[in-house]
């Protein structure tokens, strides 16, 4: 744990305990379809040929690979070290009975879905699901920073480059219709950052996964300006930037002992502190126009949020209170002008929507998580947003993300 009271993402994961590999799930039955449905959050598998061939000559011999070991596990190797294929990605591939499934998994073992794009584009038809944006896995870090961590500085921007190039040549390419590019970025230098976006926007990327706390990485705070480049740059090109919880890789654990039980239902909680943080830190002010999505960070929370500010504004002592007067807008207006909110879950919440902007609000599938609603996602989908009128069933389950992330909806979405 760190010295922040906070749990890792590693730490969590071996929380939950591995067991032996569960048999793989059949194919579900396809899903009768009644809603239209882009999901803001889902997650992949980088396949074994993530990297092959993208890098420059001179990386082949270290470029990242998969190895196995005389037991036959997979292993992703990264400059020497070996960070073990397990169950906790592909978690959909397996019956929920058999969950949580933590150990050793190979490619062969796991649902072909989680890797091969043709297979995930089939598994979101079993569910009705027109068009995902999907972030990477726990192994590469859901902003990406396991690049950042590479001894050789210039092997790990190579090797985040080609990463970007698979998710548009091999992820999105095959399937531009069905899946929405969302790249990484360079986060030791926000100079490069900047640039790689510039990049993959002229290339059709629309989204950016960034960390909710770069600080929690040991990188310069949202608060210091160090990455009003990357931001301008977002905010030119109209790239979305994904703040998906666990990118700071910490989450909440109250106790030194809190069991996962305890630690899985905070996480909403590092939406809210991020959320706080980013429009404190006038980021909204300085880039009016950048948009910020909250993945995975849940809606319930946003009228308590709104009310908790508007009360407090002007009352607590605030080193911007000059600026917001000139800025011509409270905080709680820039945190709904300027953020998305997105959930898998959130019955009560959805039946709230009128105390928030429901143009913010847009829904996930979470696959292959064990929060995922897949195969499902129709009828849980359509479950928690009955009783809401038609108009803002359309925005929240589709409209609103084909318009943030200017993907235009899939001539294949309901019957």
Same mark, same amino acid.
């Given at each position: 744990?760190?010295?922040?009271? *906070?749990?890792?993402?590693? /730490?969590?994961?071996?929380?939950?305990?591995?067991?032996?590999?569960?048999?793989?799930?059949?194919?579900? /039955?396809?899903?009768?379809?009644?809603?239209t449905i882009i999901?803001?959050?889902?997650?992949?598998?980088?396949?074994?040929?993530?990297?092959?061939?993208?890098?420059? &000559?001179?990386?082949?011999? *270290?470029?990242?690979?998969?190895?196995?070991?005389d037991a036959g #596990?997979?292993?992703?190797?990264?400059?020497?070290?070996?960070?073990?294929?397990?169950?906790?990605?592909?978690?959909? +591939?397996?019956?929920?009975?058999?969950?949580?499934?933590?150990?050793?998994?190979?490619?062969?073992? !796991?649902?072909?879905? !989680?890797?091969?794009?043709?297979?995930?584009? #089939?598994?979101?038809?079993?569910?009705?699901?027109?068009?995902?944006?999907?972030?990477?896995? $726990? %192994?590469?870090?859901?902003?990406?920073?396991?690049?950042?961590?590479?001894? =050789?500085?210039?092997?790990?921007?190579?090797? !985040?480059?080609?990463?970007?190039?698979?998710?548009?040549?091999?992820?999105?390419?095959? &399937?531009?219709?069905?899946?929405?590019?969302?790249?990484?970025?360079?986060?030791?230098?926000?100079?490069?950052?900047?640039?790689?976006?510039?990049?993959?926007?002229?290339?059709?990327?629309?989204?950016?996964?960034?960390?909710?706390?770069?600080?929690?990485?040991?990188?310069?705070?949202?608060?210091?300006?160090?990455?009003?480049?990357?931001?301008?740059?977002?905010? /030119?090109?109209?790239?979305?930037?994904?703040? &998906?919880?666990?990118?700071?890789?910490?989450?909440?654990?109250?106790? +030194?002992?809190?069991?996962?039980?305890?630690?899985?239902?905070?996480?909403?909680?590092?939406?809210? $502190?991020?959320?706080?943080?980013?429009?404190?830190?006038?980021?909204?002010?300085?880039?009016?126009?950048?948009? %910020?999505?909250?993945?995975?960070?849940?809606?319930?929370?946003?009228?308590?949020?709104?009310?908790? %500010?508007?009360?407090?504004?002007?009352?607590?002592?605030?080193?911007?209170? =000059?600026?917001?007067?000139?800025?011509?807008?409270?905080?709680?207006?820039?945190?709904?002008?300027?953020?998305?909110?997105?959930?898998?879950?959130?019955?009560?919440?959805w039946q709230m929507?009128?105390?928030?902007?429901?143009?913010?609000?847009?829904?996930?599938?979470?696959?292959? #998580? +064990?929060?995922?609603?897949?195969?499902?996602?129709?009828?849980?989908?359509?479950?928690?947003?009955?009783?809401?009128?038609? &108009?803002?069933?359309?925005?929240?389950? #589709?409209?609103?993300?084909?318009?943030?992330?200017?993907?235009?909806?899939?001539?294949?979405?309901?019957?």
């Open positions: 744990m760190t010295d922040r009271g *906070v749990l890792s993402v590693q /730490e969590m994961v071996a929380m939950v305990g591995s067991r032996p590999l569960p048999p793989l799930r059949p194919d579900p /039955e396809p899903r009768p379809r009644s809603l999901s803001a959050d889902d997650h992949l598998v980088e396949p074994p040929d993530t990297f092959a061939g993208r890098l420059p &000559h001179r990386y082949s011999e *270290v470029a990242p690979r998969i190895v196995e070991d #596990h997979q292993y992703w190797d990264f400059e020497g070290e070996r960070v073990l294929v397990n169950g906790s990605d592909a978690l959909m +591939s397996w019956e929920r009975e058999h969950l949580p499934y933590n150990g050793p998994v190979r490619f062969d073992q !796991m649902r072909p879905g !989680m890797w091969d794009v043709d297979a995930r584009v #089939h598994d979101m038809d079993l569910a009705g699901v027109a068009a995902s944006l999907c972030f990477p896995s $726990m %192994i590469f870090g859901f902003a990406g920073q396991r690049f950042m961590r590479f001894a =050789d500085r210039e092997l790990g921007h190579a090797s !985040m480059r080609a990463y970007n190039d698979w998710i548009a040549e091999g992820w999105v390419g095959p &399937h531009p219709e069905r899946l929405i590019g969302c790249q990484i970025t360079w986060l030791l230098d926000s100079e490069l950052a900047a640039n790689e976006i510039r990049r993959n926007a002229a290339r059709g990327f629309k989204a950016v996964a960034f960390s909710e706390n770069p600080e929690k990485l040991g990188l310069p705070s949202i608060y210091s300006g160090y990455w009003d480049p990357l931001f301008a740059a977002c905010e /030119e090109t109209e790239t979305v930037v994904n703040l &998906h919880i666990g990118s700071s890789s910490t989450t909440i654990q109250p106790s +030194s002992d809190s069991p996962l039980e305890v630690i899985a239902k905070l996480f909403t909680l590092n939406a809210i $502190m991020a959320a706080l943080d980013w429009v404190y830190a006038m980021i909204p002010v300085k880039f009016p126009r950048l948009q %910020i999505a909250m993945s995975e960070g849940g809606i319930a929370w946003v009228p308590w949020l709104i009310d908790r %500010i508007d009360y407090q504004h002007g009352r607590v002592a605030g080193r911007d209170r =000059d600026a917001w007067r000139d800025a011509g807008l409270t905080p709680s207006e820039a945190l709904l002008r300027n953020f998305h909110f997105t959930s898998f879950y959130d019955p009560k919440g929507w009128e105390m928030m902007d429901p143009s913010k609000l847009m829904v996930e599938v979470d696959y292959p #998580h +064990s929060d995922s609603n897949w195969p499902d996602s129709q009828q849980q989908t359509a479950a928690q947003l009955a009783g809401l009128p038609e &108009h803002v069933v359309r925005m929240v389950t #589709h409209e609103n993300a084909s318009r943030t992330y200017r993907h235009p909806v899939p001539a294949v979405t309901t019957p």
